[in-house]
T-cell receptor
Framework: EAGVAQSPRYKIIEKRQSVAFWCNPISGHATLYWYQQILGQGPKLLIQFQNNGVVDDSQLPKDRFSAERLKGVDSTLKIQPAKLEDSAVYLC?????????????FGEGSWLTVV | DAKTTQPPSMDCAEGRAANLPCNHSTISGNEYVYWYRQIHSQGPQYIIHGLKNNETNEMASLIITEDRKSSTLILPHATLRDTAVYYCIVRVPDKLIFGTGTRLQVFP
């Protein structure tokens, strides 16, 4: 079974530039999550989708971050303009349904360095 | 905020059992306990989860106390490849809120 796919794996950009990350969840998974993990910390939830609708984006810095999940499958996370403190790993995760007891699977992450 | 407390680090000899504790004293009756681990430069890997009963799979065992205020993840025969950060998470209700985890170092 294919896992959660993410790209690019690594990205280096200058501050004030823009960047986009792509995620393809496990086939059939309705729920998709984006997490941000800063070095030395645990992952922090940015946004949660149920199919193509946003369930929770309370932790998403909406002045610079945006995310969409068109057609309820793939998702993109965009940062514009990037700041130095956005340097982190961006993790995508998915689950069959957002119910207690369900398993959430993570991708390998996209490493962003802002210089 | 994360609803769990874990020791920041632990050591374990290769071949021995690794017992990783977790406190979750404010857990609600319908909230599951999940364990993930993260090896450097990789995404979090699912290990096991449980509600009330003890659980076992090919990777580990999860022991949950009767009052559900704490749990222990057991890796029965630790190997060097088990060196990682282990996260104990109370799922609230449909998302995972990570803490800082326990860094397990398995030594030869």
């Amino acid at each position: 079974e294919a896992g959660v796919a993410q790209s690019p794996r690594y990205k280096i950009i200058e501050k004030r530039q823009s960047v986009a990350f792509w995620c393809n969840p496990i086939s059939g998974h309705a729920t998709l999550y984006w997490y941000q993990q800063i070095l030395g910390q645990g992952p922090k939830l940015l946004i949660q989708f149920q199919n193509n609708g946003v369930v929770d984006d309370s932790q998403l810095p909406k002045d610079r971050f945006s995310a969409e999940r068109l057609k309820g499958v793939d998702s993109t996370l965009k940062i514009q303009p990037a700041k130095l403190e956005d340097s982190a790993v961006y993790l995508c995760a998915s689950s069959l349904a957002a119910i207690p007891g369900d398993t959430i699977y993570f991708g390998e992450g996209s490493w962003l360095t802002v210089v | 905020d994360a609803k769990t407390t874990q020791p920041p680090s632990m050591d374990c000899a290769e071949g021995r059992a690794a017992n990783l504790p977790c406190n979750h004293s404010t857990i609600s009756g319908n909230e599951y306990v999940y364990w993930y681990r993260q090896i450097h430069s990789q995404g979090p890997q699912y290990i096991i989860h449980g509600l009330k009963n003890n659980e076992t799979n090919e990777m580990a065992s999860l022991i949950i106390t009767e009052d559900r205020k704490s749990s222990t993840l057991i890796l029965p025969h630790a190997t060097l490849r088990d060196t990682a950060v282990y996260y104990c998470i109370v799922r609230v209700p449909d998302k995972l809120i990570f803490g800082t985890g326990t860094r397990l170092q398995v030594f030869p």
